[in-house]
């Protein structure tokens, strides 16, 4: 069964940086890789997402403030967070969409376990 492996996160200032790294072992191929974040009291919400290609989206909070990037061949992806504001305090989950496995078995949807991020003004 895969396992996603998510680190980073953490405790920082307003201002300052962060990046989480998320890498899906095992695997053959993804659709999509990226972050989905959730805050206490609120629902889960879109992050960033990135393709094998290298389409990438972001939710319309980021604004610049973060990058996402991957490595195919490492099935790794990370999300740079730059500029970190309180509001950015939340659980945040990696999530690996459209997998299929060494064996060519449709995974299909994959989630880590989340990482807090928790900004202090």
């Known amino acids: 069964q895969v396992q996603l492996v998510e680190s980073g996160g953490g405790l920082v200032q307003a201002g300052g940086s962060l990046r989480l790294s998320c890498t899906a072992p095992g695997i053959l191929s993804w659709r999509v890789m990226g972050w989905y974040r959730q805050a206490a009291g609120k629902q889960r919400e879109m992050v960033a997402g990135?393709?094998?290609?290298?389409?990438?989206y972001y939710g319309d909070f980021v604004k610049g403030r973060f990058s996402i990037s991957r490595d195919n061949a490492k099935n790794t992806a990370w999300l740079q967070m730059d500029s970190l504001t309180p509001e950015d305090t939340a659980v945040y989950y990696c999530?690996?969409?459209?997998?299929?496995?060494?064996?060519?078995?449709?995974?299909?949807?994959?989630w880590g376990q989340g990482t807090q991020v928790t900004v202090s003004s």
């Open positions: 999530n690996v969409d459209g997998v299929v496995g060494l064996d060519r078995s449709i995974v299909g949807d994959l």
């Open positions: 990135i393709h094998p290609d290298g389409l990438i």
